[in-house]
């Protein structure tokens, strides 16, 4: 299992990104797949997940109406549009798959990692 995610970088609040995290070595379709984040001196936390077996995408509170995650399946590749950006969004991202057993959004649930993308967003 190989992730990669890119399209960090440095915006000023109220701007946009899009992370993109491109996952080789699974069958796509059988993997839950989720943006975590992890701020310095924070621990890491869940973002939003998308779930193609459950048909099924969720959002943390912090992040809702303001992100968006979606997927290319032809691509294998599952995106992070944030919008609305704010400082409180500076982290590093990460994009994790597994089959997770009970919160989606727990970092502990998943076992395969990308290498991670700075965001840094400026007042």
């Known amino acids: 299992v190989q992730l990669v995610e890119s399209g960090g970088g440095l915006v000023q609040a109220g701007g946009s990104l899009r992370l993109s995290c491109a996952a080789s070595?699974?069958?796509?379709?059988?993997?839950?797949i989720g943006w975590f984040r992890q701020a310095p001196g924070k621990e890491r936390e869940g973002v939003s997940y998308?779930?193609?077996?459950?048909?099924?995408?969720y959002y943390a509170d912090s992040v809702k109406g303001r992100f968006t995650i979606s997927s290319d399946n032809a691509k294998n590749t599952v995106y992070l549009q944030m919008n609305s950006l704010k400082p409180e969004d500076t982290a590093v991202y990460y994009c994790?798959?597994?089959?997770?057993?009970?919160?989606?959004?727990?970092?502990?649930?998943?076992?395969?990692w990308g290498q991670g993308t700075q965001v840094i967003v400026s007042s």
């Open positions: 994790a798959a597994d089959r997770p057993q009970f919160e989606y959004l727990n970092p502990d649930e998943y076992d395969y």
């Open positions: 998308i779930s193609r077996s459950r048909g099924s995408t």
């Open positions: 070595g699974f069958t796509f379709d059988d993997y839950a």
